[in-house]
């Protein structure tokens, strides 16, 4: 499905340009028109899917299969130094366009950039606790 309604939609079927790094029948990855860094690259399927609750694992799989060339090419192409995989779901956790996209941003020795969390220390008991939480949903 696709929606008229979406930029990305829009973008990964050609109707709005973009500098496109590569493209099959299933995908399409350009360069992000923001970029957090020099060759930050976006992945987004043809097919519509808000988020990556919607995706099936088919398409999610081979989403991260081309993924993992796209991060090789830039290695190689940019020499950069390491690589961000970044993907957010929901309003809460930075998602600005409601179609599945995936960022591949490359990193670079003193770029400054910080996408780190701010990470707590959890008991076992709660690792536990959440764990049968998960575990009894899948």
Request: with cysteine; proline share 4%; hydrophobic share 40%.
């Amino acid at each position: 499905m696709i929606k008229d309604d979406c930029l990305f939609c829009k973008i990964a079927s050609g109707s709005i340009p973009s500098a496109t790094v590569y493209e099959d029948s299933n995908f399409r990855v350009f360069m992000d028109v923001n970029p957090a860094s020099k060759g930050h690259c976006l992945i987004v399927p043809r097919e519509h899917f808000d988020n990556v609750y919607d995706m099936d694992a088919e398409t999610a799989g081979r989403l991260f299969s081309l993924a993992t060339g796209i991060a090789r090419a830039q290695r190689k192409a940019l020499k950069c130094d390491g690589l961000n995989i970044v993907q957010n779901n929901g309003a809460v956790a930075g998602q600005t366009v409601n179609h599945f996209h995936l960022h591949l941003i490359p990193r670079y020795e003193g770029d400054g950039m910080n996408l780190l969390w701010n990470p707590h220390k959890a008991e076992p008991e709660e690792l536990e606790e959440v764990r049968k939480m998960i575990r009894k949903s899948i």
